[in-house]
């Protein structure tokens, strides 16, 4: 794991041991700026959905008007782009899929945060991820063997689009906004 800024490894373990608690962390820090930021713009008519586990293939639904946008989060230490995501393929099947890639620094701060983006334009579903390698399992077997995850793909950290900031991932989830 990278050690952005010389953190303590004491620090960098935390983020491995408790790496569910980060992401719970960080998407409610997304949740709360994004509609911070939305009720700055006068947009009020934004709906956020929770699924309590991902059987779709996705974390949260975000809606507004007649977008409604499945979002797949994944969280990387730093704010460098992923080397790679493992994505369900019942990500495809919604109508507006996508996947963010949030990338956040040892302590956590929100202003710290970088954002990356794998999807298409609202009302476009997620760029087929088919033709990508299957994904494993990250625990090995009895054997140690790491069994394929056959409706799970590999994305590529190069396929994923840098965005400057969280403004820029709301016109990417919702569009042009107020």
Not at 102 to 128: F, M
Not at 135 to 161: I, L, N, Q, Y
């Amino acid at each position: 794991m990278a050690n952005p800024g010389n953190a303590s490894p004491d620090a960098i373990s935390r983020h491995s041991v408790h790496s569910v608690l980060r992401e719970r962390i960080v998407e409610h820090l997304f949740i709360g700026h994004a509609l911070q930021s939305l009720w700055r713009r006068g947009v009020t008519d934004v709906e956020v959905l929770r699924a309590e586990f991902d059987a779709g293939g996705y974390d949260l639904v975000m809606s507004r008007r007649d977008v409604d946008r499945h979002i797949q989060f994944k969280t990387v230490l730093g704010s460098r782009r992923p080397k790679s995501v493992k994505a369900s393929m019942k990500l495809m099947q919604k109508p507006s899929g996508c996947i963010i890639c949030i990338g956040v620094p040892v302590d956590l701060d929100p202003d710290g945060l970088s954002y990356h983006w794998y999807g298409d334009r609202p009302g476009k579903p997620l760029p087929t991820i088919e033709h990508m390698p299957v994904a494993k399992h990250t625990k090995g077997d009895a054997a140690g063997v790491k069994g394929e995850r056959s409706g799970h793909r590999v994305v590529p950290g190069s396929r994923f689009e840098t965005l400057s900031s969280l403004e820029a991932v709301l016109v990417q989830l919702l569009g042009a906004l107020p």
